[in-house]
């Protein structure tokens, strides 16, 4: 999750219809810090929820990091529910749906190929859209550039990249895009996470009943409760506010050129977490992904 944990495009400035104002100086630094935290906690959760698969399963694992990210939000930031439009609540639950299958389907691709490689083929959604929201030949040559590195990924020994994780993983992708229009929007339309929490809980009643329906009762075990709830202020809690946060101090072009540092945050997680190790031409691939969003989002924007 990517947001892991994930990578905004340039697109998302273009969906929006609303204005957001964005803070200069120490605002933006600030906001530069929020994002590289929450890619930091999105994606070394994810590391340490592969390590609950063998207990309670991927789509369990989603379903208590979803749920119970969802019932701290509420807690903490008991929304209000009164005083909104349709839009609002179309916009609150689009934003539902889209972290919901995003995590969903990233799990399930991390169920089946390295952490790394799963969110190096996750932002390539975002990065898709970037480049045909920028109509420019540049924006085709980045693309490229990412198509290159998938490839070199393909080829680098990765031999549990199959076509199920890899499908999943570009899935993952998709929601990842809509998850960052979204995001922006909901944060214009709602106060403080008022509009995450309510997100958070249509996610929740999105993934509870296939983790429920595949785990059972191994979900309710302490231990396993235990490591779900610090996944899920990892993994969810604390990097979707800070993204959201981030979001109303940042251009979202210049949020997306952070996130798109994601595969190679992953890749460090998986190999300190779970010890999936990285060859030379891996870590290449990686930075050559890295390097095509950024610079995909840098020439969107101009």
Request: hydrophobic share 60%; aromatic share 6%; charged share 10%.
């Amino acid at each position: 999750m990517t947001s892991t944990a994930h990578a905004p495009t340039s697109s998302a400035t273009a969906a929006a219809p609303v204005v957001l104002r964005h803070a200069a100086g120490r605002g933006t630094l600030g906001g530069v810090g929020l994002v590289l935290a929450g890619t930091v906690s999105v994606q070394f959760g994810s590391a340490f929820a592969a390590l609950l698969f063998p207990r309670a399963g991927a789509l369990g694992t989603v379903a208590l990091r979803v749920t119970l990210a969802a019932l701290v939000l509420l807690v903490v930031t008991r929304p209000r529910l009164r005083g909104y439009s349709r839009a609002d609540w179309a916009v609150a639950g689009a934003f539902g749906l889209a972290l919901g299958g995003m995590n969903i389907l990233f799990y399930q691709a991390i169920d089946r190929i390295p952490l790394g490689a799963a969110v190096t083929l996750e932002v390539l959604g975002p990065l898709l859209l970037s480049v045909v929201a920028s109509r420019r030949v540049a924006g085709l040559l980045w693309a490229a550039l990412a198509l290159a590195g998938v490839f070199l990924l393909g080829r680098g020994g990765f031999g549990e990249l199959n076509a199920g994780g890899v499908a999943f993983a570009l899935g993952a992708g998709a929601m990842w895009a809509a998850y960052i229009v979204l995001n922006a929007r909901a944060g214009a339309r709602f106060p403080r996470l008022d509009g995450l929490a309510i997100a958070m809980t249509v996610a929740a009643l999105v993934a509870l009943p296939l983790g429920a329906g595949t785990s059972g009762g191994t979900l309710l075990e302490p231990a396993v409760l235990g490591l779900g709830l610090a996944i899920a202020v990892m993994s969810s809690g604390v990097p979707y506010a800070l993204e959201l946060l981030a979001l109303r101090r940042l251009p979202t072009a210049t949020f997306a050129v952070l996130t798109a540092l994601a595969p190679a945050v992953a890749a460090l997680a998986g190999y300190l977490v779970l010890g999936q190790g990285l060859s030379l031409p891996q870590c290449a691939a990686i930075a050559m992904v890295v390097t095509a969003s950024a610079g995909a989002v840098r020439t969107g924007k101009r």
